[in-house]
């Protein structure tokens, strides 16, 4: 697949969301595309992104970028070249929420269990936000991938709710 035909997938993105909620846009290599867009306009690319394709979620991933948190949904479109596109929005760090994308890909509810129980992002509207990863005694403001908490804090805290 040809670098022109990558630039085409992100072109008609921007001209479906709006090209000024596309905050910036990559192709580093071949099947491979790094778009990022407004939290507020999430559902409506991945609605855009699935009906033309992209409807696989291979996974979704965040990080705590200091001032807020970064959720990467790898959404993949399958076929004789697949391509891989990674879509990021950030959320602020006090609240941290984002709609549910499992009403369009219902893959994407178990990732986003994950990224909730990880870094505390709420996916609004999602249907069960139970801990998937995190055991069941976990203190509830805890986030083990937020930079906040440090190792032997955790443990501190794990130590005093053993007990519970």
Do not use: C, Q
Request: charged share 30%; aromatic share 4%.
């Amino acid at each position: 697949m040809e670098r022109e035909d990558h630039v085409k997938i992100v072109e008609a993105l921007k001209l479906d969301i709006g090209d000024e909620n596309v905050i910036n846009w990559k192709i580093p290599r071949a099947r491979r595309i790094f778009v990022t867009v407004k939290a507020d306009k999430l559902i409506d690319a991945v609605k855009h992104l699935a009906e033309n394709g992209f409807g696989h979620v291979t996974t979704i991933s965040g990080v705590d970028v200091g001032d807020g948190i970064e959720v990467v949904y790898h959404l993949t479109r399958r076929g004789r070249e697949s391509i891989t596109l990674s879509l990021k929005v950030k959320t602020d760090m006090k609240n941290s929420s984002l709609p549910t994308i499992s009403g369009i890909i219902p893959g994407a509810s178990i990732y986003e269990r994950e990224v909730h129980d990880l870094l505390g992002v709420n996916f609004k509207e999602h249907p069960n936000l139970a801990p998937l990863v995190i055991p069941d005694n976990w203190p509830e403001d805890i986030r083990p991938l937020l930079k906040k908490w440090k190792v032997e804090e955790i443990r501190k805290r794990l130590a005093e709710n053993e007990g519970d």
